[in-house]
């Protein structure tokens, strides 16, 4: 299980949907991430959303020691318009994930990447109650 950017910043600044998804991967899944992943939280959590130093400490924390993290040099193919997204492609296929949650629209419109479902947060939830 893959959680994009979007979905754990929308599970830190907020109670909803996503932070819901959040718990529930702590408890019920193993979590993939990358340091990619990770690196990009770190700056959007402390730039756009002006958490403290310390508060990102604590999120990048929690993420990290709840997360297998993925080695990846990328993919070699361009698979999506905007090349960050690749990223978030590389780290799921590198870490073996069933899935990856997000609500980046051009991530989403894929669908499927080489068997791994792309999910939006709501979505994730129809898929667990199949079975995942």
């Known amino acids: 299980m893959l959680l994009d950017t979007n979905v754990l910043i929308a599970a830190f600044i907020a109670r909803g949907n996503s932070s819901e998804v959040f ?3 702590l408890s019920e899944h193993e ?8 690196d990009e939280l770190e700056e959007k959590l402390s730039g756009r959303f002006h958490f403290s130093k310390s ?4 999120v990048v924390a929690l993420v990290m020691g709840n ?29 073996k994930a069933v899935c990856i949650v997000t609500g980046d629209n051009d991530l989403l419109i894929l669908k499927d990447y080489r068997g791994i479902k792309i999910l939006t947060p709501t ?4 898929f667990e109650a199949r079975g995942g």
């Open 23 to 25: 718990e529930h991967c």
């Open 31 to 38: 979590m993939i991430t990358s340091q990619w992943i990770v």
């Open 55 to 58: 508060e990102v400490k604590g």
């Open 67 to 95: 997360a297998e993290m993925t080695r990846t040099d990328g993919l070699v193919e361009k698979v999506c318009r905007d090349a960050d997204d690749d990223n978030v492609l590389a780290a799921a296929l590198a870490g």
């Open 123 to 126: 979505d994730f939830w129809k």
